[in-house]
């Protein structure tokens, strides 16, 4: 039986609640094997729990209410920080179940357990809480590799979809370098999720149109949810190839975000030695940059605020929305 509210960190909440929402963005995040590294600087929670705050506060005047934190699993997950982070700031933060893709994740255990029981997990964490916390999974993450999806992968991804289907969560997605997106749209669809309850994730890694317009033809909605990772692709041509699709009638399937990163467990390997190199290469990169130095430039490219609501309030109330029996 699909559920009938939202789930946040904090509490339940209404579709019509969430109000301008970040979908994918990060306070933590540690890859696997983070805490090997004795030779990283040591994590302090309170100092990343008032950068965080900060952060959330930050947005917070800058219009927005919700914030979607996506970490998987394996990735340093820790929704007890999540949830302190939200009353800290007043932020509501909705967090996730679900793991990585094999190359990066955490594999072993979900190697082995047979795709029953992982779609019983993902179901428990959703409906019943995570681990001891009663703080239960808003959405489901899932991730694939590079142009490839491993078995390990595709049982995952299988597993999230019937867990979707089953308690009315969303499914929102990492893909490596934009590939890969209509496998996850296969497997979901098989399993008969409703294209609307799935984002395909970092999208806007490609200059390629037709791809991104390939997906949302399909009615799934897409992540532009990399903007100030200059990395991966600039912000100018992310925000020419959403144009594009607007322009093709898709506006009322985007969703943007920056998966930005408050506080590293360890040492954000590969992309750089220290944090500061990291923000010293991406000086973009971080939440408010969207309100602050894209919205404006997305108002220069003709969208009126109608249109920006539609991106950062309706889509998200959409995509929560879409498995939920109360509307
Ligand atoms: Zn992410």
């Not at 037709?210 to 990399?226: H, K, M, P």
């Amino acid at each position: 039986m699909a559920l009938s509210k939202i789930q946040t960190t904090t509490g339940t909440a209404l579709p019509e609640e969430l109000g301008k929402t970040l979908v994918h963005e990060h306070l933590l995040v540690g890859f696997p094997g983070w805490e090997l590294d004795a030779r990283a600087p040591k994590f302090k929670r309170a100092e990343a729990m008032a950068r965080a705050k900060d952060q959330l506060q930050e947005l917070i005047g800058l219009g927005v209410s919700t914030f979607v934190d996506p970490c998987p699993m394996d990735m340093g997950r820790d929704v007890e920080f999540l949830a302190e982070a939200s009353q800290a700031s007043g932020m509501r933060i909705i967090c996730t179940t679900g793991a990585y893709f094999e190359a990066q994740g955490n594999t072993m255990t979900f190697r082995h357990l047979p795709l029953e029981e992982i779609t019983d997990i993902y179901i428990q964490e959703v409906e019943d809480g995570i681990g001891e916390t009663g703080i239960k999974a808003g959405a489901i993450k899932i991730a694939t590799g590079l142009r490839v999806v491993t078995d390990y992968e595709r049982k995952l991804v299988t597993a999230a979809a019937r867990a979707a289907k089953a308690t009315g969560v969303p499914i929102i997605s990492h893909t490596e370098g934009a590939t890969c997106g209509h496998d996850q749209i296969d497997i979901a669809a098989g399993e008969g999720l409703p294209m609307g309850q799935l984002l395909v994730g970092h999208s806007d890694g490609t200059t390629d149109h037709w791809y991104q317009r390939s997906l949302v033809e399909r009615g799934a909605f897409i992540g532009f949810d990399r903007f100030g990772i200059s990395l991966f692709q600039s912000d100018e041509v992310r925000i020419a190839n959403m144009m594009k699709l607007i322009e093709a009638g898709h506006l009322d399937k985007i969703l943007v975000s920056h998966d930005s990163i408050s506080c590293w467990l360890g040492r954000p390997m590969p992309y750089a030695p220290t944090w500061d190199a990291l923000q010293a290469m991406l000086p973009d990169w971080r939440s408010s940059h969207l309100l602050k130095n894209i919205v404006p430039k997305l108002r220069e490219r003709g969208l009126t605020e109608r249109d920006i609501d539609t991106l950062l309030v309706d889509n998200p109330r959409r995509l929560f929305s879409t498995g939920l029996n109360c509307c």
